[in-house]
């Protein structure tokens, strides 16, 4: 069986766990919006990985260059990025200059997206995979920002923020999972492929529940 098919199925299932979660828990009770705009991120990253696994089924490979699941994969970024930034980032960071530091600080994951996918192009000469890599960089970088930044935040008024860091650990992971992903799958780098899907596969299964467990504890 085609490794790649079954690291996608690997990945599809899991994120379609993960989807069938944060539906029951948070689209069908219809909590609070930056909770319902995580799920549908986990749901992009299901239908991108159910493209790969049905393509990949019929194909073979996929294209080595930018095909339509990518932008489920974007979508998943774009809705995880909108929830911290739209609907929690304001709640704890009043633009004053004491928290400064912690915006600098955070930096320090984008700076890391950037220095992976520099280290990419250093070694891939193909300009379609570098563009097909970057365009995934590119939304992992603002998202990575804010992940990073509500992780190290000191958070006295909302608690909420304490008792999600575990989740925001998660999603961290989960942007330099999926770049490391594509990165290690365009090089032929086999094994470090495997780990990094494994590793996407089981940061998605557990992303949910733990958001879901962390929300509550911050409403109590």
Same mark, same amino acid.
């Given at each position: 069986?085609?490794? %790649?098919?079954?690291?996608?199925?690997?990945?599809? %299932?899991?994120?379609?766990?993960?989807?069938?979660?944060?539906?029951?828990?948070?689209?069908?009770?219809?909590?609070?919006?930056?909770?319902?705009?995580?799920?549908?991120?986990?749901?992009?990253?299901?239908?991108?990985?159910?493209?790969?696994?049905?393509?990949?089924?019929?194909?073979?490979?996929?294209?080595?260059?930018?095909?339509?699941?990518?932008?489920?994969?974007?979508?998943?970024?774009?809705?995880?990025?909108?929830?911290?930034?739209?609907?929690?980032?304001?709640? #704890?960071?009043?633009?004053?200059?004491?928290?400064? &530091?912690?915006?600098?600080?955070?930096?320090?994951? &984008?700076?890391?997206?950037?220095?992976?996918?520099?280290?990419?192009?250093?070694?891939?000469?193909?300009?379609?995979?570098?563009?097909?890599?970057?365009?995934?960089?590119?939304?992992?970088?603002?998202?990575?920002?804010?992940?990073?930044?509500?992780?190290?935040?000191?958070? #006295?008024?909302?608690?909420?923020?304490?008792?999600?860091?575990?989740?925001?650990?998660?999603?961290?992971?989960?942007?330099?999972?999926?770049?490391?992903?594509?990165?290690?799958?365009?090089?032929?780098?086999? %094994?470090?492929?495997?780990?990094?899907?494994?590793? #996407?596969?089981? #940061?998605?299964?557990?992303?949910? &529940?733990?958001?879901?467990?962390?929300?509550?504890?911050?409403?109590?």
């Amino acid at each position: 069986m085609n490794l %790649v098919l079954m690291m996608s199925a690997w990945m599809f %299932v899991c994120a379609l766990i993960g989807t069938i979660y944060g539906a029951l828990h948070f689209l069908a009770k219809k909590s609070a919006l930056y909770l319902q705009m995580i799920a549908c991120g986990v749901g992009c990253q299901m239908f991108a990985r159910l493209f790969d696994v049905i393509y990949l089924a019929l194909n073979g490979e996929l294209h080595r260059k930018f095909n339509i699941g990518m932008l489920g994969i974007v979508g998943s970024f774009l809705f995880i990025l909108s929830a911290n930034y739209g609907q929690m980032d304001s709640l #704890v960071d009043d633009g004053s200059a004491a928290l400064r &530091p912690t915006r600098r600080r955070a930096l320090l994951a &984008p700076a890391a997206i950037l220095a992976l996918y520099a280290a990419f192009c250093c070694a891939e000469q193909d300009l379609r995979l570098r563009l097909a890599v970057g365009l995934i960089a590119a939304f992992i970088l603002p998202t990575a920002y804010f992940n990073f930044k509500h992780l190290i935040i000191y958070d #006295v008024e909302n608690g909420v923020i304490r008792c999600i860091r575990s989740y925001n650990l998660l999603a961290l992971a989960y942007g330099f999972l999926v770049l490391l992903e594509f990165i290690f799958g365009y090089l032929s780098l086999t %094994v470090p492929y495997v780990l990094a899907c494994v590793g #996407v596969g089981a #940061v998605t299964l557990a992303m949910m &529940p733990m958001l879901q467990r962390g929300w509550a504890r911050g409403r109590q």
